[in-house]
C-alpha cells in the first residue's frame, strides 16, 4: 500500500512539473484532494522513517551480533518471557507476541 501512495505521488509531480492539464489542477484544489494529498504526505514521511529506522537497527544488530551470535535469540527469548508472564492470555495478547516476534525478525534479519 505504501508504494501505492508513493507511486501516485511520484506521477502527481511529473505531472506538474509538466505542466499538468487545467482541468488536473483545478482537481487537485478540491478539498477532498487536497486532505488525500495531506494524508499521502504524511504516510510518505512515515515510510521515509520506517525505512532509516530499520536500515539503522539492521546495521546496529550486524555490528552487535558480530560479538554476539546469540543476539537475536536472545531478544527472542525476551518476548517469549513477556509473554509468558501474561496471565490470562488473551487473543490480543497472542496478536501482540506474534507481531512483535515478526517485527523482531524484519528488523534482525539482513536484507537480500
Not at 505531472?15 to 478539498?31: M, P, Q, T, V, Y
Not at 504524511?42 to 536500515?55: E, P, R, S, V
Request: aromatic share 6%; no cysteine; net charge neutral.
Amino acid at each position: 500500500m505504501e508504494i501505492l501512495y508513493m507511486g501516485r505521488s511520484v506521477a502527481r509531480h511529473w505531472e506538474r512539473e509538466r505542466g499538468g492539464s487545467a482541468a488536473l489542477r483545478a482537481k487537485k484544489d478540491r478539498r477532498e484532494d487536497i486532505e488525500r494529498d495531506k494524508r499521502e504526505r504524511q504516510q510518505l514521511a512515515l515510510t521515509a522513517q520506517n525505512f532509516a529506522l530499520q536500515t539503522v537497527v539492521r546495521a546496529l544488530v550486524d555490528h552487535a551480533r558480530a560479538s554476539d551470535p546469540e543476539l537475536a535469540d536472545r531478544l527472542e527469548a525476551a518476548i517469549d518471557a513477556r509473554h509468558a508472564r501474561l496471565e490470562p492470555l488473551s487473543d490480543t495478547d497472542r496478536e501482540f507476541t506474534e507481531r512483535a516476534k515478526s517485527y523482531l525478525w524484519l528488523l534482525t534479519t539482513p536484507p537480500d
